[in-house]
């Protein structure tokens, strides 16, 4: 299929790569709606790092886009920046994202997300590879962020921001801004204060479009609400999480409970949790926060291998997060 450059609307959908269900889901929700929807794949889901849970290479997210055939669905590398990988054991950070950032653009980018958040040095950074970028794609579509998830973009490093997007205009088309929504213990804890990002925004008068970065168990009168300001919106952890909890919920009647207990244990001892969840939290909250960083473990997929005999497990996934993206974002 002939590339396709993206151009961003204000319909478009951004969603996490979380699970491989998720991505299919994406796919037929795009087409059945005539919808843009962007893929966006974390450092710690795809990339040449070892532990990346999806995907370990960015190639096989471009060829499984590929056989979608779907003009409306595009690629894109979320929370690109040292931020992103603070957590990784890799000596020398710049070299591991400037190695991963060239094979995302050979192999069909759309979008980056430059997550500036914690990077002291960030206007470095960033004026060091986007030469190489703008190189390789000169028709990439760029989105800017400065501040951590779950707070809340101030008015300076508004202004920040809108100067440097106005320095790369033809390439940077989105801000983050963050609204203060978190997510946390498997919800959404934030408050939105709608009336002063309203404020905000028209003081600043900027023509851009704004991505809330936090927009997991939100309903649809949130997005309606800040749709009217310019915004779009990333989703994902949400959909691992209703698929962990599916999963779960099957699992446990087939399999025997020593089996089970192993499979929780194993799985709450890396404690990939804590990225979501306070310690207290019961245990199976905790899993249902972090299972599916274990889809490609053995654990795993011998217990759904299990579970394919039964039910159609894949199906039902994607016709749950279908459903989903239906329920918040078709008005």
Same mark, same amino acid.
């Given at each position: ?38 893929? &966006? ?59 991963? &950032?060239? *094979? ?37 579509? *760029? ?53 002063? *990002? ?15 970065? +936090? ?43 020593? +089996? ?22 019961? +245990? ?20 759904? %291998? ?19 993206? %239906?329920?918040?974002? &078709?008005?």
């Amino acid at each position: 299929m002939k590339k396709n450059n993206y151009t961003p609307s204000i319909d478009d959908i951004f969603i996490s790569t979380v699970s491989r269900n998720t991505i299919e889901a994406a796919n037929k929700f795009s087409k059945k709606h005539k919808r843009n929807v962007v893929l &966006i794949a974390s450092l710690n889901q795809i990339s040449t790092y070892e532990k990346s849970y999806l995907y370990n290479s960015f190639d096989e997210l471009n060829k499984k886009k590929i056989s979608f055939n779907n003009k409306n669905l595009f690629i894109g590398r979320d929370h690109f920046g040292i931020n992103s990988i603070k957590n990784f054991k890799i000596l020398n950070k710049n070299k591991f994202l400037t190695k991963n &950032i060239k *094979i995302d653009l050979l192999n069909n980018l759309d979008f980056i997300h430059f997550d500036m958040a914690n990077d002291i040095n960030y206007m470095k950074s960033f004026n060091k590879i986007i030469p190489l970028i703008l190189k390789l794609n000169k028709k990439i579509i *760029i989105e800017i962020g400065l501040d951590l998830d779950g707070s809340r973009t101030s008015n300076s490093t508004f202004i920040k921001l809108k100067d440097l997007q106005l320095k790369y205009s033809a390439n940077i088309k989105f801000i983050t801004f963050q609204t203060g929504t978190k997510l946390f213990n498997n919800s959404n804890k934030g408050k939105v204060d709608y009336k002063n *990002i309203r404020n905000n925004l028209l003081a600043n008068d900027i023509k851009i479009y704004f991505k809330e970065h +936090n927009s997991d168990f939100k309903n649809k009168n949130h997005f309606i609400k800040l749709k009217k300001y310019n915004f779009t919106f990333n989703i994902g952890p949400e959909f691992a999480y209703y698929e962990n909890k599916h999963f779960m919920n099957k699992i446990k009647k087939i399999v025997k409970k020593e +089996n089970l207990n192993k499979f929780y244990s194993y799985v709450l001892s890396k404690k990939l949790w804590k990225k979501w969840c306070l310690t207290k939290l019961s +245990n199976n909250d905790k899993l249902l926060s972090s299972l599916h960083y274990f889809y490609n473990d053995t654990y795993y997929l011998d217990l759904k %291998e299990q579970l394919d005999e039964k039910i159609e497990f894949d199906k039902e996934v994607i016709n749950q997060d279908i459903k989903l993206l %239906e329920n918040k974002f &078709i008005f």
